[in-house]
Every structure is written in C-alpha cells, then in structure tokens.
C-alpha cells in the first residue's frame, strides 16, 4: 500500500509559479514511476508529467512543457512539480499518483495509487 499527500497548491495570479509537493509513504518509493494529473471543473482528468522510478524518463503533456519540471527525491521519497508561467487554464485540481511499476505512463489507469489532490487556481 502507498499513502500519497500532496501539498503546495493555492491561488496566484497568472504568471506566477508555485511548486508542488508529494509524499509517499508505504512502499519502496525508487521503484514507482509517480505522475501528475490534473481535473478542472467539467473535464476529465488529464496527464500533466511524469517520472520514471530512477527519474531517468520524463514526460509532459504539450500544453505544460517548457513551463513544468517534474522531479524526485528518493532519499525524501517525494515527487515535486515545479510550475512557472501559470495560466489561467492550469486552474485544476493536481494528483499526485504512483505506479506499481517503474515504467512510466501517461495512462492513468496504469496508476495504482493517487493523492487527496490540492487545488490551483490561476487568476487573470
């Protein structure tokens, strides 16, 4: 089992950054590729970045690349997504969530674990 808690999110202004956090606990954290999702009102969730378990794969999606870095700590087994540039479109609740596996995916049914979520909000 992987207890998951991610923490940053909150209200800024378009343009700002903000820098997420997420904490795993219960499971060999190195071993987990760990993703980024995102759910705005309305719409599906959808893949924002992910880490391979040796953070030696990196993926983002279109619309956050060259804005987002997605990064890890094993030895503090946390996931981090740095932001810059936010959007008002970024506004969304974020995911953290961890695979079973190493690969990494895009695909959020490969996922097996997944955060509370914490709430960004992007104001013009």
């Known amino acids: 089992q992987v207890q998951l808690v991610e923490s940053g999110g909150g209200l800024v202004q378009a343009g700002d950054s903000l820098r997420l956090s997420c904490a795993a606990s219960g499971r060999t954290f190195s071993s987990s590729a760990m993703g980024w999702f995102r759910q705005a009102p309305g719409k599906e969730r959808e893949f924002v970045a992910g880490i391979s378990g040796s953070g030696g794969s990196i993926y983002y999606a279109d619309s956050v690349k060259g804005r987002f870095t997605i990064s890890r700590d094993n030895a503090k087994n946390t996931v981090y997504l740095q932001m810059n540039s936010l959007k008002p479109e970024d506004t969304a609740v974020y995911y953290c969530?961890?695979?079973?596996?190493?690969?990494?995916?895009?695909?959020?049914?490969?996922?097996?674990?997944w955060g509370q979520g914490t709430q960004v909000t992007v104001s013009s």
């Open positions: 969530a961890a695979d079973r596996s190493s690969l990494l995916s895009r695909n959020a049914d490969r996922y097996d674990y």
